[in-house]
Nanobody
Framework: VQLVESGGGLVQAGGSLRLSCLAS????????MGWYRQAPGKQRELVAD???????NYADYVKVRFTISRDNAKNTVYLQMNSLKPEDTAVYYC?????????WGQGTQVTVSS
């Protein structure tokens, strides 16, 4: 299993970014996916997840602003982030649930300047 995130970067408050996670090594369309983030000195936390059937779940602090989606034909899960705030600064990780195991990508840095 391999998960490769991309799309992070530096953006001003109020701006937008779209993160991508390209998955390989498993049947992508049959498995649940998620985005997590970890800020310096804090624990990793759920941002949003999406089931194999397309049902989504969001942390309260990103509802309305962020949208998770998936393209099974491209083995990719996306995180569209709008109205970014400085407190959204973190390393964002992609997570896959494959059967009873969990796999993580290497992360992509998102920095939001005020």
């Amino acid at each position: 299993v391999q998960l490769v995130e991309s799309g992070g970067g530096l953006v001003q408050a109020g701006g937008s970014l779209r993160l991508s996670c390209l998955a390989s090594g498993f049947i992508f369309g049959l498995n649940d996916m998620g985005w997590y983030r970890q800020a310096p000195g804090k624990q990793r936390e759920l941002v949003a997840d999406i089931t194999s059937g397309g049902s989504t779940n969001y942390a309260d602090y990103v509802k309305v602003r962020f949208t998770i989606s998936r393209d099974n034909a491209k083995n990719t899960v996306y995180l569209q982030m709008n109205s970014l705030k400085p407190e959204d600064t973190a390393v964002y990780y992609c997570k896959a649930k494959v059967y009873v195991s969990y796999y993580w990508g290497q992360g992509t840095q998102v920095t939001v300047s005020s």
